[in-house]
């Protein structure tokens, strides 16, 4: 009599496991990829491109509805990064309208969200901000202060954060700010 061999453990193993996999995937309570994240971010990111847009032409209202816009798309995916950029260039965009009470109150709320997320980068950017805001005011040392942590904060995380923060832009508008500040001092 001739008996039949079973199926290798191998195969039962990779079968059991691909029949859990499969049971997991079809289970509503198993983690999922948020759908949408990846729209989200790119609205987001449209949102502010249109807002800078609006900046470059001193049409400060609507470049902050565009970044108020990006501000909610980046809020609505929890991108830390994102909301922290929002809130900064909403500073900017009233700091540039002359609103300097809620250019801090953004560039506060950018540094808040920038701490939490560890981003150097972007804390440099709020720091330079609230030092714009200082300097507009007439408060030079406190500008200067301001611009020097931003330096700091820029060129914390070495040549891989400059990279991250695009180039190290927040360097070079952080040590052009220092500088201005500096020079007015005499």
Do not use: W
Request: hydrophobic share 50%; with cysteine; charged share 20%.
């Amino acid at each position: 009599m001739t008996r039949l061999k079973s199926p290798t453990p191998q195969f039962g193993t990779c079968a059991a496991v691909f029949l859990i996999a499969a049971l997991l995937a079809s289970c509503s309570s198993a983690p999922k990829v948020p759908e949408g994240i990846f729209d989200a971010r790119n609205k987001a990111a449209e949102f502010a491109k249109m807002g800078d847009t609006f900046m470059a032409k001193a049409q400060f209202a609507q470049a902050l509805q565009y970044y108020s816009d990006a501000l909610k798309a980046n809020s609505a995916v929890d991108d830390l990064a994102g909301v922290a950029a929002s809130h900064a260039s909403m500073g900017r965009a009233y700091l540039a309208a002359g609103e300097t009470d809620a250019a801090r109150l953004e560039y506060q709320a950018s540094l808040e969200y920038a701490r939490f997320a560890g981003l150097t980068s972007a804390q440099s950017v709020a720091t330079a901000g609230l030092g714009e805001i200082a300097f507009t005011l007439g408060a030079k040392e406190e500008a200067l202060a301001a611009f020097e942590e931003a330096v700091t904060l820029a060129t914390a995380g070495g040549k891989a954060a400059a990279k991250a923060a695009k180039d190290g832009k927040p360097l070079a508008v952080a040590l052009h700010d220092k500088a201005v500040a500096k020079a007015s001092l005499g």
